[in-house]
């Protein structure tokens, strides 16, 4: 593809943490590591980044030595962070998010909801953020209407946000991923078809039938 000869194209993964999708189990990280690195991606885990260069990138090798690759094209994927507007709308902010109170209002500007990638809010159960993902925006959209229809009525009795697990997949290819779904781990075919059912069906939910048809995935093949 492309017209560029496969021999010349190195692909290399660095990785700060220990492991690479780390909120997968061990067994699912193994798999989809296996796959990539049997289609030549190199894996470098546990190696920091300490600089970009125009040239390359240099990682912490050691503790005490630093290693340099050479790169065309570097990538850059670490995190997410909320949109800019709510750092200069004078909000106090990490990275463009907003630690939003159980309700999902401002502490301080009870009469302003943030939801999405511009909100934080704590999972009680390890004291860390909630990922930003999409099931977690629209679980926060459903009680955030519902709150704003109470506070437009001067009902000051606020819905507590619950998120509630539906499972993560994550694609490694066109017809391959690793995920949890209702519990269970799934790997390879059956992983990538349910991405892309999931992605189908956040798109029809968000804007309808028309939505879904023009950007959805309908390559089910295998």
């Not at 030595?65 to 570097?74: L, N, P, R, S």
């Amino acid at each position: 593809m492309y017209d560029v000869p496969r021999e010349k194209v190195r692909i290399v993964c660095l990785e700060a943490a220990p492991k690479v999708l780390p909120q997968f189990d061990a067994k699912l990280v193994d798999y989809g590591v296996g796959v990539l690195e049997d289609r030549g991606v190199e894996f470098l885990v546990g190696k920091p980044v300490k600089e970009a260069t125009a040239d390359g990138v240099r990682y912490a090798a050691s503790e005490t030595e630093e290693k340099e690759i050479k790169a065309g094209t570097i990538i850059w994927a670490a995190g997410v962070r909320g949109n800019s507007v709510i750092e200069a709308s004078g909000f106090e902010a990490g990275r463009g998010r907003v630690k939003v109170n159980h309700n999902l209002t401002v502490p301080g500007n009870e009469e302003i909801l943030i939801i999405g990638d511009c909100s934080l809010i704590i999972n009680p159960a390890n004291e860390r953020p909630y990922p930003t993902t999409a099931q977690i925006a629209m679980q926060q959209a459903d009680v955030a209407a519902i709150n704003l229809a109470k506070m437009v009525k001067g009902d000051t009795d606020l819905v507590d946000f619950e998120y509630h697990e539906k499972g993560t997949v994550c694609s490694i290819g066109d017809n391959d991923a690793i995920g949890v779904v209702f519990g269970k781990n799934i790997k390879g075919y059956p992983a990538s078809f349910m991405k892309k059912v999931i992605d189908d069906r956040a798109l029809l939910l968000i804007g309808g039938t028309g939505v879904m048809m023009s950007k959805g995935k309908f390559k089910f093949y295998k």
